[in-house]
Structure formats: structure tokens, C-alpha cells
């Protein structure tokens, strides 16, 4: 990556701090993914994509600026794509997992939040994360309270612009969160200084309905017995949909599915325990779980979380005439998405139960980041259900450190056993 | 209290349990507020309320239902009384204060979640505190991310009917909460059957008016050096607030009061440190804070808290000819309250800088209940803020147990060394 240090360094990158980062990456990278066996060869891609995560893509986006175009960084799938697409600009997710940044992050927030706030905040303040640094504007959500009040922090380094996300799903809650996207396309166009029109936006929500439809197609694939490709690979093409070239990512998908779906009529019988993850997001590359799991005699096959189901699951329409009717079309897709946020949000128990069904799944592990609240409290109402449907499930609350990992292991060895 | 043995057991409380509770408050009280030097005889009212706390008002509200009227529980300074109040129902504040319910609480929800939560929503399904019992609904909102989700939990037990509270102050934030107010009154109108009119909006905003500003003027009384009343009488007097009848509470604050007058013009010079409390709110019997405080060399003037001056400042204004005018009153009134669950809540820091000089302040302590999310990510601004105004501040975050008060008090014995 030695070409890229003249890039970071006009991104004022830390390099020193950022040579320890990128050297661990590649290394955790090859003893978690490349030694799984028989891998699809549609999985060099991401492979790439992931090795040149701070390079090649950071490069693109680099140019696209120089072009005129601008980079925003998002943290939540509430935020609607669309809209940046549409107005020509690109969107990253900016989530992050890895336990190198907590330190940084715990100097500007309480040690007792979740991981993925105070990752993400000590990126951007420990200048390792080049995305940040090439970001113009950083779009917040108020989706928990931590990342609601992180926002106040990381506004002090960059510019952050907050969308309010309602708290209940009632007719009012539409019409708010569609006042709160029109807000956002009046800021986007102040800052891109385009113009959003009827057949822009109808480019951009067909091209991120064709990014979850690429996707769905994969998590298809996993509801086969025994799924064409692991839960690890899964999780890491999901973690590469949010910061990705869509076009691009899209057609590898799409080539991937269709080596899979060969691979689906030469499959073998496995006895592998069939789980599904519930809960909060695991942003890149947070792959403890899916490890821990994967090395037992197990499959993830499906995550119904941010960096999985909620991401993908339901299209925009793409019907309407006016840029109105569109909003309310976004405003309608992105309000299906059952998130803790809400009150009251049963419709996740639904969506688990018949995830459970679909993918015919042994066991759920619920599974959270520590200190996150909305998720925590929805467990006692997930297990109940899942109890009363005979499905066994277990609660699983940890961060981003290993020292627990063992720990993890044999609880989850426990519970393999007894389902 | 043997009289009231027949009333609870009507009200489906658990005797055995509650006994133990019983006991234990008066034991509490005597030792942390009768062994205060020269305590006002103005307090004998309230000592007697505090004592009759399960008793004669649960009486008083008993007899009230009997005759038709509705009592509602409240959890929090933004839902408006003068609703309740000008539909003729009883409003009572249900925030809980002691470790003694956190067990139960800690069984319905996380153990990593405030006490606060856990506390009421161990004494609900404990059916230790007859004002539970007593309640005909419960009025919870989103003001953070463990109380949203825990009115689903307490849903299972007593109907809770939510408000959403924005999470901005923009204009339109101000026309959404008006919306909630008006949602509230067509609740509250079904409940009670009774029709709400702009007279008896009047005269319900002329009430908690007039309570505001008794407490305003227990409050200024405050601001003389030294204070003629201790920072737990002041406490006391706040926290009953939340559940005393309206009418009485107003007259003995104000008796009171005119006995401070008079102590104030003999008060005697006093070395006593005078230290500001901010933070999270402190529900009956939560007195840990004031009590180490005030054994030690120091006495509390003043509480930017939900049981402080954000109960009280800011009167709702009267004037308005219809309902809606009123409800535009009432809602810019209550979005003046600088709580953390705003973002950005700039006002606070104001508040805080604004009080240290009007109550004399010679150190701030930031409250924080554990896992406290909002008000812990605003400390690092509250201490920047106050340290570039020379005002020392320390943080302490602590939960209803006692475990830890030895190592406050050590902290807080260097920090008055050290101001």
C-alpha cells in the first residue's frame, strides 16, 4: 500500500498510528477468512475489496472529489442512500468495528458505551480512518441515545448534519420522517450544488433496489441445506454494501450468486447447526461472532440485524410522478425497518420468527453490543417468543475485545449441544 | 399505619414485602433529615408527608377514584400536569428512588440500565408501591432510549400510554409536540369523560403556575449565604412535589418559606461550601448525594436537575382566548426544559453557568445515574464549559446502593480541599 502514503498524508492521516492498523487488518483478515475451506472463488472480490479497504477505494473517492463530487459518511441504515445517489453524490457507511479505535474513542465519550460509538468517534478523532478524513459532510441520525449525543462531539470535528428520526410508527411518524428526507434534500443540494429531479431519483432508487435485491438474492442462497457459503463471507459482502462502488458491487454479487447457485445442486449433506444472529449491528471487522460460531460445527445462516436483513429486506416503489410522491415512497420503505428504536416494534419478533422458518434455523443467538440499551431490553420479549415457538435461543452481550472470546466459545458450545 | 392494612391489601399489594419497605423508610429518614441541626418547623409538614407517604395519600387518592376521579402516574417533567389537572384527574409522579425495588426491576430488564428505570419498574411488578396500584394509566415518553423501551415491558402490567417527545427544538419540533399535546387531551378526555374547556385549561395552568413559583421562591431563598434551609430539606420538598395535591403543597411551601424569610434577616456567617448538583434527576428516597455532601463541610444551594430547577423555572404563559392557544403555551413552555435528551442542548450549559453565579456556587458536582447515556456524554462539555469559568466540577456517576459512598465522600472531601 506504500503508493497510498502521500494520499493519507494530504487526507492528515496519522500514519504512524494508521501503519498499526493497516497491518493488522490483512493479518486478522487471513486467519479468519482465508482459512476457511473450499471458499467460493466469486469471494476474491471481496477479498480484494477488503485488503485495499483504505486504498484503492479511498483512491476513487479522492478522484471523484477532485471532480466535484462529494463523499458523506453515514451511520445507519434510516439514512436514505437514495438521496445522495441521486444528487450525484457517493455514501459510505462509516460504522465501525474494530477494537484498535476504542481507546481514542473512550478520551471523548463514558467507557460504558457501546463499542460501535465509541470505535467510529475515536476513528475520526485519532485520524486513522481515511474515510472520515475524506468525507465532506457526515450525516447523524437519533436513532439511540449514544450515537444521538456522539453527534454534539464529533460535530467539533467535522461537519455532522442530524436527521430525526421518529420514535413510533404511526401515520403522523411517516409524515414527520418524510419532512425530515425533504430537509435533507435541501441540504444536500445546498452542498452538491445539483438539483434533485423526478428521473434522478428514480435512477437512484432503482439502483439501490437493485443493491438489495442482489443481496436478497445471496441471503436466498443461505436458506438452502447446507448453505452454498458460509456465515463469514455472508457478513463481510454485507459489511462491504455500505461503502462500495453500488454498480460494481451489485455485478459481483450477482456473479458470486450464480457460482453459488452451482454449488447449491452439487451440495453435500452437513450436519452443521443452523443459527441465526439477531440484534445489533457487527460493522467491518467485527467478526467475532460469525468466527466463534463458524469454528464450532456451525453455520450463521442468516443475521437479522443492520449488517444483514434490515439492510436489504424490502424495495422502494418506484412508482410516482412528482419528487412528493418518491419521498413518501422512501419515507414508507425505510419505516418497515424493524429497529429497536422504536416503540412498540413487534414487528421484529415476526420478522425473526419467520426468518427462523425460511432459513430453517436451530438456534438464534441474540446478539448485542454492550451497553446498548433498545436492543437489551427487546431481548426479554425475542426469547419469549422464540421459547413459545419451540426455537432455542440464547442472549449474548459483548464488544469488540477477545478477552471474552473464550468465555463466548464455551457458552455457545453449550448451547450447540443441547439444540 | 395498621389503618391502611385493609386498603392495600384491596389494591393487590404484596403486604409481606411491602412491610419490609415500611419499615425501612422511617429508619432512613430519621437519620439522614431529624438528625439536621435547627431544622425549620416548616418542615414538619413535610416530615409528616414523607412518613404518610403509603398511607393517607394513597388514601386521599382511593377516595378520589371512589368518587369517579382518575389518577394518572407520570415519570418525567415533560408530560403536562395542567392536562391532568384541567380534566379534573390527579397527576403523581412515579419515579422510584430506592435500591430497595432494583432486584425485581433487574429481572424484567438489564442489570447495565439507570436505577431509576429498574427501580419503578421493580416496584410496579413487585406490588410494593400502592401508587401503582392506585394509578388508572400511566404516561410514559421517549425522553431516553431505557425508559422508551421499558414502558413495553411495564405495558404488560398497566396500560401506558406514550408520548413522543422530539428529540430537536427546531419550529417544527415545536408544532410536533403540540400535536402529542393535543393526542394527550383526547386521551385523557376518554378517560375521564370529562370535556376539557379554556377555563379549566386557565385554571389548571394558573395551579401549576403558582406551584412553580412557590418552589422558585424556596429556591431564591436558596441563593443567600448561607442558605436558610439544607440542600435535603430542598431536595425533599421537590420530590414531594411530584406527588403531594397541588393546593396544600403550594400553601406549606409558601408557609415555609415566610419562615425563611425571617431566618435569612439573623442568618449567621457560615464556611460551609456552596456546591451546585446538575445532572440526572433524584427520585424519592434517593438522598445518597446530599447526605454525604452535607456531612461533610458543604451545603447543596441549588439542583440543575428534573428534581430542581427544571421542574420549576419558566412559567407556562396565561394568555390565549382558545385551547390551541394554550397548547402553544404549554408546549413552548415545556421545550424550554434543557434536558440531555436534546440534541444539540446548548441551553443547559447556559443554565449551569447562569445558576453558578445566582446560588454563589463555589463547586459543581455532575450527577450521573450509571448508564446514564445522555447526560454521561454531556459532562466532558458541562466540565469544559465550566473550567473555562474558573469553576471547579467533578463527575460522579453512582447508582441506589450504598456500596460505593465511602469513595464518594473521599472524592468529595478532596474536591471541597481543593476549592
Chains 1, 2 share one sequence.
Not at 462509516?94 to 474513542?105: D, R, T
Not at 465509541?118 to 441515545?145: H, N, Q, V, W
Not at 449433506?269 to 441465526?276: A, E, F, Q, V
Not at 421484529?348 to 453490543?369: C, M, P, Q, T
Request: hydrophobic letters at 35%; proline letters at 4%.
Amino acid at each position: 500500500m506504500d503508493n497510498y502514503r502521500e494520499m493519507w498524508e494530504k487526507l492528515n492521516i496519522d500514519l504512524e498510528r494508521h501503519d498499526q492498523l493497516c497491518k493488522a487488518i490483512p493479518q486478522m483478515y487471513e486467519s479468519i477468512f482465508v482459512s476457511q475451506k473450499d471458499r467460493p472463488k466469486g469471494m476474491n472480490y471481496f477479498s480484494f475489496v477488503v485488503l485495499e479497504i483504505h486504498g484503492l477505494r479511498i483512491k476513487e473517492l479522492e478522484e471523484a472529489r477532485k471532480n466535484g463530487r462529494k463523499v458523506i459518511g453515514t451511520f445507519c441504515v434510516f439514512v436514505p442512500d437514495e438521496i445522495i445517489v441521486a444528487l450525484d453524490a457517493i455514501s459510505i457507511g462509516l460504522c465501525a468495528g474494530s477494537q484498535f479505535w476504542i481507546e481514542s474513542g473512550e478520551r471523548a465519550l463514558p467507557k460504558n458505551l457501546c463499542p460501535l460509538i465509541k470505535a467510529f468517534t475515536g476513528a475520526l478523532i485519532d485520524r486513522t480512518c481515511p474515510y472520515f478524513m475524506s468525507c465532506d459532510l457526515l450525516i447523524g441520525e437519533t436513532t439511540c441515545d449514544g450515537k444521538k449525543k456522539a453527534w454534539e462531539v464529533i460535530n467539533k470535528y467535522k461537519p455532522v448534519y442530524v436527521m430525526d428520526l421518529p420514535q413510533m410508527k404511526r401515520k403522523k411518524d411517516f409524515n414527520m420522517w418524510r419532512e425530515e428526507i425533504n430537509q435533507l434534500i435541501e441540504k444536500l443540494e445546498e452542498l452538491t450544488g445539483n438539483k434533485l429531479t423526478v428521473d434522478k431519483l428514480k435512477k437512484a432508487i432503482d439502483l439501490c433496489n437493485r443493491k438489495r435485491r442482489a443481496l436478497k438474492r445471496l441471503y436466498d442462497l443461505r436458506k438452502m441445506k447446507p448453505s452454498p457459503i458460509s456465515g463469514l463471507d455472508s457478513l463481510l459482502i454485507s459489511q462491504i454494501a455500505f461503502y462500495d462502488d453500488p454498480e460494481r458491487f451489485i455485478e459481483n454479487v450477482n456473479k458470486l450468486c450464480d457460482e453459488l447457485d452451482e454449488r447449491v445442486k452439487t451440495g453435500k449433506k452437513s450436519d452443521k447447526k443452523r443459527i441465526m444472529i439477531t440484534g445489533t449491528p457487527m460493522a467491518l471487522p467485527n467478526w467475532k461472532m460469525h468466527d466463534i460460531i463458524e469454528k464450532l460445527n456451525a453455520e450463521v445462516v442468516v443475521e437479522e440485524t443492520c449488517t444483514g436483513t434490515r439492510y436489504f429486506e424490502n424495495e422502494v416503489c418506484e412508482d410516482g410522478e412528482t419528487i412528493d410522491d418518491l419521498v413518501k415512497n422512501l419515507a414508507d420503505r425505510y419505516l418497515k425497518v424493524n429497529c429497536a428504536c422504536f416503540t412498540p416494534n413487534e414487528g421484529r419478533i415476526d420478522d425473526i420468527l419467520r426468518y427462523a422458518k425460511e432459513y430453517n434455523v436451530d438456534g438464534v443467538i441474540d446478539y448485542g453490543l454492550s451497553f446498548c440499551h433498545t436492543y437489551a431490553i427487546e431481548d426479554s420479549s425475542i426469547q419469549k417468543a422464540l421459547k413459545e415457538n419451540n426455537i432455542p435461543v440464547m442472549r449474548v452481550e459483548t464488544d469488540y475485545s477477545t478477552e471474552d472470546s473464550g468465555q463466548i466459545k464455551t457458552r455457545i458450545e453449550a448451547f450447540l449441544e443441547m439444540i
